[in-house]
């Protein structure tokens, strides 16, 4: 059996698992190939491929193109990026692994945390032998705006709750009873934007949220406020985030997902001074790549012996 695992940057998939049970031939590509052309050349042959969440897209053209595949493995419950129906008609197992919030939830509050004490900036400072030139601004006492109040929301509120903030939220389906018993106030979508110091965006991407913040909302925001996502770039606006950060709008945007990924490297985002990035890396830690990369050898072992486990679709 050959196995494919892609977009392992780290280059740490095997050592997060034992793939040695499987006697397969595994290849292991730590670089994203972004052509489909590319992508089929190398995965010729290939039976099984382990994909990172989101990362190569596995379109219905690409899938038809990759004869003998024959199980599609992604780390996480889901996959926007494989065209899952597509793999069902050709016959292509699709399966998942584990996965938990906590990751995501902790990078979410280092961003908060990076952009109010201005962390980027004095550590460039400091790294040009230079001492402290800004001031930072606290949380106690202000205004924590979560747009989705889910699993990764609800688990920021308590958060921003230790802190000493108020914690208001909104989403299409929220009603107050559900957001009181996180200890946070339902609002409207025009008084969370208006209201929040801190806007963390906690949705899940679909034609329902795609493009949802854009430039009424950002526009009605305080100047002060900062504006963060570790959900999905496309939830919001990318050219109506770009022209309220040029404008000052906001003081800041704390960003992990973007539109396009990796970012290009010519991208506006990485020369504005008024914006914080990571390069997606909100479930990126070795406890949770330990899930994963287990969980992936479990579903190539269960699909051998015929019984596929975490089946999605």
Known sequence: MKIAVLD???NVALDCADWSDLNAQVEVFNSYLPDADELVRRLAGVEVVVAMRERTQFTADVLHRLPDLKLLVTTGPRNAAIDVAAATRLGIVVSGTGYYPEPTVELT???ILAAVRNLPAEERSMRDKGWQHTVGT???GKTLGLLGLGNLGSRVARIGQ?????TIAWSQNLTPPRA???GVRAVTKEELFANADVLSVHLVLGP???GLVGSTELFAMKPSAILVNTSRGPIID???LLDALRRKAIRCAALDVYDTEPLPADHPFRTLTNTVLTPHIGYVTRELYEVFYRDAVEDITAFRAGQPIRVIG
């Open 8 to 10: 392992d940057y780290q």
């Open 208 to 210: 329902r949220t795609q």
């Open 238 to 240: 990318q050219d109506a």
């Open 180 to 182: 009181a018993e996180h």
């Open 138 to 140: 606290e949380l106690r």
């Open 162 to 166: 230790a802190f000493g903030m108020d």
């Open 109 to 111: 509050w280092a961003l």
